[in-house]
């Protein structure tokens, strides 16, 4: 056994507990990562050939050609490889299921129990087991079948068609927002069901299960209700706010503005610093400012667009009104405030050396350390704990012959 290879121990809210990680991808693996961060041992098994996000590029990096997107969504983690298609692999897994606390898995509904694990045999493995099921559009239902891509299930729960510049040329987020939403909902489930095994010595485990479409579906909030209570069907408005004016990104005169005016209070001290009449009635509440949007952003427009972005950050800022600017992604990571949030940590890749990644996005008691790890480790190369996790399984001396 390779010493460097055993992970010490971490401080954390999940500290002591075992994930089995059967994903991979990006909901599944981000969901991981998220207990991950928070201490838990999380042991990624993968197949022979490995996670399929460890060939999606460009952009690959070093001599190994790692994949970036790999990068994302698999730190502090260990991988371990294991065929699940021959009794070697699904002993091994029987093995680590038996002293696990949480099994996730991502597989089509119905693949899980075609290898061999159905819940029955899950439950004799491990009475006290958390199983977290991530599928595309849900474990039944009429399409449950169905192969689950978070561009697809974009499309198909509605996220497209309210996002982009008008309702004819629906958009995608720019980031994989279904998977993403999957995994934090997959990780906040499993801690939900962990509490609840938890107070009670005596229970069973539990089971959950969500799904892309649930993700994007259950982030409609507004939008929703428009449909479902107001009996509006919306569509995409480019960067305005359905329900809110002056709220959007607006122009000065060598680059963007957003501003986001709230309330009535607010409405008065931006038109004081714009120099605009608060009071004329079209403009004076809400309800008239969405009624006459058009000429309000061109009134708005034609101040702003006397004076440069930072004039107008300032006067905002001074005038207590909500305003940035668009950055991107190199300002994003270079921002001081960022950093001072522990949004990107650095990590020693084997490979690649001293490299950052994007950090955790929860902090606890305040900690210098985001996610409360003393240190952050990089996403794991192929099979790199096969040998000290096997070993380590023997030193749990858990048979699971009678279970099987």
């Not at 192969?147 to 040329?169: C, F, K, R």
């Not at 995608?172 to 998977?179: F, L, R, S, T």
């Not at 600017?325 to 890749?349: A, F, M, N, P």
Request: glycine share 10%; proline share 7%.
């Amino acid at each position: 056994m390779n010493p460097a290879s055993i992970p010490t121990p971490q401080s954390g809210l999940l500290d002591g507990v075992l994930v089995v990680d059967l994903t991979r991808a990006l909901a599944g693996p981000h969901a991981t990562m998220m207990l991950a961060d928070l201490g838990a041992r999380v042991v990624k098994v993968e197949p022979p050939n490995g996670d399929e996000s460890r060939s999606w590029g460009p952009p690959f990096v070093g001599d190994e050609q790692i994949s970036t997107y790999f990068l994302s969504c698999n730190r502090n983690k260990e991988s371990v490889t294991a065929d699940l298609k021959t009794d070697e692999g699904t002993d091994f897994l029987a093995d680590l299921i038996a002293v696990a606390d949480v099994l996730v898995e991502n597989f089509r509904p119905g693949v899980l129990a075609r290898l061999g694990f159905d819940d029955e045999r899950l439950r004799a493995l491990n009475p006290r087991l958390v199983v977290c099921s991530l599928s595309g559009f849900g474990h039944d239902g009429p399409e449950a079948q169905r192969p689950g891509y978070d561009q697809i299930v974009q499309g198909e729960a509605g996220l497209m068609s309210i996002t982009g510049p008008d309702e004819a040329h629906p958009t995608k987020v720019g980031v994989p927002i279904a998977d993403l939403l999957t995994g934090m909902n997959g990780a906040f489930a499993i801690v939900a069901a962990l509490f609840d095994v938890r107070r009670n010595p005596r229970g069973p485990g539990r089971t959950v299960r969500t799904s892309l479409l649930a993700g994007v579906v259950g982030i409609h909030a507004y939008q929703g209700t428009r449909y479902t209570v107001g009996g509006e069907t919306p569509v995409a408005q480019g960067n305005r706010h359905p329900s809110i004016a002056p709220y959007g990104m607006f122009h000065a005169a060598d680059g963007a503005v957003q501003i986001s005016v709230g309330n009535e209070a607010t409405w008065r001290r931006f038109a004081n610093a714009l120099g605009l009449d608060a009071e004329v009635e079209r403009f004076r509440t809400n309800r008239d400012r969405v009624g006459h949007r058009a000429e309000l952003e061109a009134e708005i427009n034609s101040v702003l667009g006397e004076s440069n972005t930072e004039h107008w950050l300032r006067a905002l800022t001074a005038a207590g009104v909500p305003a940035g600017r668009v950055r991107d992604l190199e300002q994003v990571y270079s921002w001081d405030q960022t950093r001072s949030q522990g949004l990107v940590v650095e990590v020693d890749h084997p490979d690649l050396g001293t490299v950052e990644l994007p950090g955790p996005p929860i902090r606890v008691d305040d900690r210098e350390y985001a996610g409360t790890r003393e240190t952050h480790r990089p996403p794991p190369r192929l099979g790199e704990h096969d040998e000290s996790v096997r070993a380590w399984l023997r030193e749990q001396a858990r048979p699971t012959a009678a279970a099987m």
